[in-house]
């Protein structure tokens, strides 16, 4: 008889103590039940023994947390089966962590971004077992290591280079310090007998004919003398192949010909089929194991041209313009982000027709939830490692655990056909540059060797169908790493320091970090902070603004167009509206440039807790007005107005397979609807290009221009120029009339204008804090209308949902 392999969870029983430092005095002694997965936080959280660090400054209040060494243990039975080998699985340990095994010392882990597999045969005992897994402090470590290797240039106290830890869990411009401690993946004694498939190396390719899989499988034997023949069986589309195993290795190829490609999201199917590999021997089956694959072709055209270098994406031989946005983790504590909740987030994502996610490298390895649900999305997903805005040692310990934690996690994401990039880090190659690292660093190491050796050699070994590029930005040709002409660059002036205006002055080939920041949804604010008065400086307020002279920035980047109102609710939306104006001006001006510019990846999508920051979605997953800015300028037809050097023009975007015919209507009007000279022409945009159409000079040329206005309209798409700011306009207050009718899943909300209303909006959340819509910011010219969907479940007050301080327009940011 085959004994088949025994997978059995670890996760109940646990408790979790503390062992030593700064814990109050109530916790002495104290066992707290504590649920696996989990970090020592949650626990607390629910046995009701901290306040919601997310509130006001607790915060501040729990820092003693990351101080603690924190103690988790649990029992569980085990009996001989007959299974040669007894395996204790750890897929994730945050972070330096101590395994006892009854007493005897199993392992020891200093690595949040990788798993542990340790034989325990030896410590295993017939009947009860006891597992204790001892956490020492995150802070303490960190510090105690940097001193070791020496300080090097970070943007934040804690030296979260010296450890391998999500940087972002000892705070950020946008995050709350957590400095967690737990046993943050699933845990599980693996027995089984013979052999184990141990790695899975997979690439699935487009073929002249379908597709083309290729893979290496290697395997562990129970004993590692045991030469035996094994076989192994592999299944694709129908497709078959066996393998013999004469080491520790196999590689197969299958030629699928009934395969479909994979596309992206927006350019086909995401066809994905299942991959399975079984292990066998002369008496039977030994393991299985599957992958989940598409198949397609990827790279990144970074061919020198005329103007620089490009840095174009192409998939299927398909040049894709990149609509993207960075993600961090969804919360700051991380075990609380499930399958369920990334499915939320990314079809927020495509809904506002975006179609990649750069996981960005101060974060984490997301689960396979995130990554698998990227592949049924069509979202395209862009890595980068662990590493963001310091230097980085290379010296041990450090340098064994990134090349773990790289292999590892080169392996398991390349099988992703939503995989199209991995990247070396975030921003490190520009701060050796131009943050003054260099005479800082006085001769240590910075992390060059991970970047420009270590990570394309893995990648090349591991997974060659993978793009790999050294860091973000980066200049393909060795130029400075955030030149212009060449690769990604990251654009940051304008936020810290710059009108967003002086995003034209730019014609970058591929953007990948921008942004501009708002506060969160008023519900979101309201419920986290309970400052009394509450305003924009109050001390709640300050606490939840993590960026640098945050506020002064968000006032100095009003100030050009609105004036700063004086009531914290209308505070809160225009800072909002700003923000969404700031990063939607920059996206028109980008997708105008294509091919030039191939992409823009906004910084960022979501958020890990409730805060006034760069999101699009709030901590507690709410839409800000940023979102809709987001939909509107990645939207598959597209019309703006940009200044040209022929004249004001009107450039069409087209990122259909289909060319875009339609008769194009430009006019100047006045605020008050009335036409003053008028343009219309046939104009056609190529399948995935453009046009461009100059305006005619009495069309473009205001003659009052605090009180005109220029309107180009196709069937699929509409575009204004505005002659003066806001500030500066006669833009009148908004003269609406609302009727609401109930409809399946919510409230339509049919809005007619009787004046122009310039960005409407609805914020349904400070009626229903489950109420939200996918329509906003939406111009009307006198006798328009708009509606607008409010979802909710629960019954509203409809009459509500038209009261000014949730039917919001730019007009009243004017209006004195």
Request: glycine share 8%; net charge negative.
């Amino acid at each position: 008889m085959t004994l088949t392999p025994v997978r059995t969870p670890l996760h109940s029983g646990w408790t979790v103590r503390a062992a030593h430092g700064p814990a109050p005095e109530h916790l002495d002694g104290r066992q707290i039940p504590a649920t696996v997965p989990g970090v020592v936080h949650t626990d607390l959280l629910s046995a009701g023994l901290i306040p919601d660090p997310y509130l006001d400054d607790n915060e501040s209040l729990l820092s003693w947390i990351g101080l603690v060494d924190w103690t988790y243990e649990t029992t569980f039975e085990w009996r001989a089966d007959g299974h040669a080998r007894h395996d204790l699985v750890f897929e994730g340990l945050d972070t330096v962590a101590t395994v006892r095994l009854n007493g005897h010392t199993v392992l020891s882990a200093a690595n949040q971004h990788r798993s542990y597999r340790v034989d325990v045969r030896g410590a295993l005992l017939d009947g009860a077992n006891r597992l204790e897994v001892a956490f020492r402090s995150p802070v303490r470590h960190a510090d105690a290591l940097s001193q070791e290797l020496g300080p090097r240039p970070r943007p934040y106290p804690t030296p979260f280079e010296a450890i391998r830890k999500s940087a972002c869990s000892f705070g950020w411009d946008w995050g709350i310090a957590t400095a967690t401690s737990g046993i943050w993946r699933p845990v599980a004694l693996e027995s089984w007998s013979v052999a184990r498939i141990s790695e899975v190396r997979v690439a699935a390719d487009r073929a002249e004919s379908g597709g083309r899989l290729s893979a290496r499988v290697l395997v562990e034997r129970a004993d590692a003398a045991d030469t035996a023949p094994l076989t192994l069986d592999v299944d694709v589309v129908g497709q078959s192949v066996s393998a013999e195993v004469a080491g520790d290795s196999t590689d197969v190829v299958i030629d699928v010909p009934d395969a479909e490609p994979w596309w992206p999201i927006g350019y086909g199917q995401q066809a994905l089929y299942t991959a399975s590999f079984a292990l066998s021997d002369a008496e039977g089956e030994r393991d299985r194991a599957e992958r989940r694959v598409g198949f397609r072709s990827v790279r990144w055209d970074t061919e020198t041209d005329a103007d620089g270098t490009p840095f174009t994406l192409v998939v299927n031989d398909q040049p894709v313009y990149v609509k993207g946005v960075n993600w961090i983790p969804d919360d700051a504590l991380f075990t609380r982000v499930d399958r369920a909740r990334y499915e939320r987030r990314l079809r927020q994502a495509a809904a506002a027709n975006l179609n990649l996610v750069r996981v960005w490298g101060g974060g984490m390895y997301e689960s396979e939830d995130f990554y698998e649900l990227c592949d049924e999305l069509g979202l395209l997903t862009w890595q980068d490692f662990l590493f963001a805005c310091a230097a980085y040692p290379e010296e041990e310990p450090i340098r064994s655990e990134v090349e773990a934690e790289a292999r590892e996690q080169i392996v398991r994401l390349a099988a992703h056909p939503s995989l199209v990039l991995l990247t070396g880090n975030n921003e490190n190659l520009w701060g050796y540059e131009d943050w003054g690292w260099k005479q800082m660093l006085d001769g240590r190491t910075w992390g060059a060797y991970y970047y420009y050796e270590l990570f394309p050699q893995l990648v090349d070994e591991l997974a060659a169908h993978v793009p790999y590029s050294p860091g973000s930005p980066f200049s393909p040709g060795g130029q400075h790493p955030n030149a212009e002409p060449h690769g990604t660059m990251h654009l940051w002036e304008h936020w810290n320091r710059q009108d967003y205006l002086a995003y034209r002055d730019h014609e970058p080939r591929f953007v990948a970090e921008f942004g501009w920041q708002g506060p969160p949804a008023w519900s979101t604010m309201t419920r986290s902070i309970s400052d009394e008065p509450l305003t924009p400086e109050s001390p709640g307020m300050i606490v939840h603004q993590k960026a640098a002279e945050g506020n002064v920035k968000l006032t100095r980047g009003l100030l050009p167009h609105f004036r700063v109102p004086t009531d914290t609710d209308t505070w809160h939306w225009a800072m909002q509206l700003n923000q969404a104006h700031a990063v939607g001006f920059a996206l028109e001006h980008f997708r105008s440039l294509a091919p030039h510019n191939s992409g823009a990846v906004v910084w960022q999508l979501n958020d890990c807790w409730p805060v006034t920051s760069w999101a699009a979605i709030d901590g507690d997953e709410r839409l800000k007005p940023l979102w809709h800015a987001l939909k509107r300028a990645f939207a598959p037809r597209v019309a703006t107005i940009q200044p040209r050097e022929a004249g004001l023009s009107v450039v069409l975007g087209n990122d259909t397979g289909a060319p875009w015919a339609d008769d194009l209507v430009i006019r100047r009007v006045r605020f008050d609807g009335t036409v003053l000279a008028e343009q219309a022409v046939q104009v056609t945009a190529s399948a995935r290009g453009g046009a461009g159409v100059v305006i005619a000079p009495d069309v473009a040329t205001a003659q009052d221009a605090a009180g005109e206005l220029i309107v180009a309209s196709t069937g699929d798409a509409r575009a204004f120029w505005y002659f003066a700011e806001p500030r500066d306009s006669r833009l009148p207050a908004a003269d609406v009339a609302v009727e609401t009718v109930a409809v399946d899943g919510g409230t339509e909300v049919r809005v007619t204008a009787n004046s122009l209303v310039r960005d409407l909006s609805l914020l349904p959340d400070k009626v229903d804090p489950d109420a939200y819509t996918e329509d906003g910011l939406i111009t009307l010219l006198p006798g328009e209308t708009a509606t607008l969907l409010v979802r909710h479940t629960e019954p509203i007050d409809t009459a509500a949902l038209a009261s000014p301080r949730v039917l919001r327009t730019a007009n009243e940011l004017v209006v004195r």
